[in-house]
């Protein structure tokens, strides 16, 4: 009888699942595993939300295929020594696992395929994270797309209903092998409780599906307002594999409505990010745009503490802020604005910025998060010049007209009206008293004046592209 161990990895659900499919089709039976990876815990912080997560999604993966007949192999040490040695131990014949396009992912799978092969088991990779990856959507010559909008058009001319059909699981079930370990605890793997509130597991994410199904007509109008119930707030089930990248696709593109299609655009964007790192892995560090490598950026402290506490005086970025390091999640609009401020207002490397949203965002992604900081800062895939930088004054006037999303997560300024709460070192001093908020004392002035940032911005990225 020929056996398999398939090991879960950002794909945690049951269904819809290409290397489980796959393992299940081909062999008799079929082992599961998930190793909580101390490579990867080590570096995080004690109170990591993703942990809770990631545990929580985990303990209903394990239940689901022990409902199914099957079962869920746990274990918490180097992911590159326990799969090994899990494969060994139950004497399967090959390893299947989803295909990863980060760096570090990719050497850890070069060096488990390696071990595996010196003890004669084979190891077999599937696409399940992405509809199209490397290598599949490609210009004319046959290179690699460098710019948004021609990838995106000629991703949707290749979709066809294949690229979104399920993997069915059910009808091969019987194959699964029984046998499960015990889940560990949150303290076991050396973590605390961050209250996590949040919607785990793949129960989480249909039940969030379900609600964005309702609304997703209106996403085109309803996705750049923070205050409002416009995103699909599916994120972090992306991240994942709480869902399937497939369903969604799948829906979005049959669904056609405008809402439909913007939000089908946002899930080639996230195509469009790992295709660029799988191709540039050098992004990681380093500028897409190769000259801008070149960019002489500020160390102020100062400058850097404000925007990572929120406290810089402009109210949105401050928000914005606010809400991440609260919540560890922030709305996508606000991504692009506070990105913008810390890179083009405060002068600060793009670098560090994303290295801080990796470590609070939910739903941290390396190629998007990296997509979309290098977006910000001009140096990435992008047919936009340098110069455009958002102005957070009129950013807030325009997605947050009312201040509804300022005032929830800058209380200092509940009480002040009108436009002031968008620039609220305008008020003069009887203004101030009035609403209980005196610039400086309650509420901190700017810490740079925009307009005089923005020609130090445009000055250091021409000094950088004449090197």
Excluded at 16 to 36: G, P, S, Y
Aim: charged share 25%; net charge positive; glycine share 8%.
């Amino acid at each position: 009888m020929s056996a398999a161990l398939v090991w879960f990895r950002r794909d945690l659900r049951d269904f819809d699942h290409a290397a489980l499919h796959a393992a299940l089709t081909a062999h008799d039976c079929v082992h599961c595993a998930f190793v909580f990876d101390s490579e990867i815990l080590d570096a995080l912080p004690r109170r990591d939300r993703r942990v809770e997560f990631i545990l929580e999604s985990v303990r209903e993966l394990k239940a689901a295929l022990e409902s199914r007949g099957g079962g869920l192999h746990v274990r918490h040490g180097r992911a590159r020594d326990e799969v090994p040695q899990l494969a060994r131990r139950l004497g399967v014949a090959a390893v299947y696992a989803n295909r990863d396009y980060e760096p570090q992912a990719i050497a850890r799978d070069a060096e488990v395929e390696r071990v595996l092969g010196e003890a004669g088991i084979a190891w077999h990779a599937r696409k399940d994270q992405v509809i199209f990856e490397r290598g599949e959507v490609l210009t004319g010559s046959g290179t690699a797309f460098s710019v948004f909008t021609p990838y995106k058009n000629a991703w949707l001319k290749m979709l066809t209903p294949f690229f979104v059909r399920p993997y069915p699981v059910e009808k091969y079930a019987s194959r699964l092998a029984p046998g499960s370990s015990a889940m560990p605890s949150l303290e076991n793997l050396g973590f605390e409780s961050a209250d996590l509130a949040l919607k785990t597991g793949m129960a989480g994410g249909r039940e969030l599906l379900a609600d964005f199904r309702r609304r997703i007509a209106g996403y085109a109008e309803r996705r750049d307002y923070p205050a409002l119930k416009g995103p699909s707030y599916l994120s972090v089930h992306l991240r994942f594999g709480t869902v399937s990248i497939r369903e969604l696709a799948g829906y979005a593109w049959q669904q056609g409505s405008a809402g439909a299609s913007t939000w089908l655009s946002e899930l080639v964007w996230r195509d469009f990010y790992f295709m660029v790192l799988a191709v540039r892995p050098d992004v990681v560090d380093g500028a897409f745009k190769r000259e801008f490598n070149a960019l002489k950026f500020d160390r102020n402290e100062p400058h850097w503490l404000a925007w990572c506490r929120g406290a810089t005086g402009y109210p949105l970025v401050d928000a914005a802020m606010r809400q991440l390091n609260s919540t560890g999640y922030m709305h996508n609009r606000l991504r692009m604005v506070t990105a913008s401020f810390l890179v083009k207002d405060l002068g600060i490397d793009w670098r560090r910025g994303e290295r801080y949203f990796a470590e609070h965002l939910n739903d941290y992604d390396l190629a998007a998060n990296n997509g979309g900081w290098q977006w910000a800062a001009s140096t990435g895939c992008d047919a936009q010049p340098y110069f455009r930088i958002f102005n957070p004054v009129t950013q807030s006037e325009r997605f947050d007209a009312g201040g509804r999303f300022i005032r929830k997560y800058v209380p200092e300024l509940a009480r002040v009206t009108g436009n002031f709460v968008h620039a609220p070192w305008r008020m003069d001093a009887g203004e101030q008293a009035r609403a209980g908020c005196v610039i400086g004392r309650d509420y901190p002035a700017p810490v740079v004046e925009h307009d005089a940032a923005r020609k130090r911005t445009l000055e250091r990225y021409a000094a950088a592209r004449t090197r």
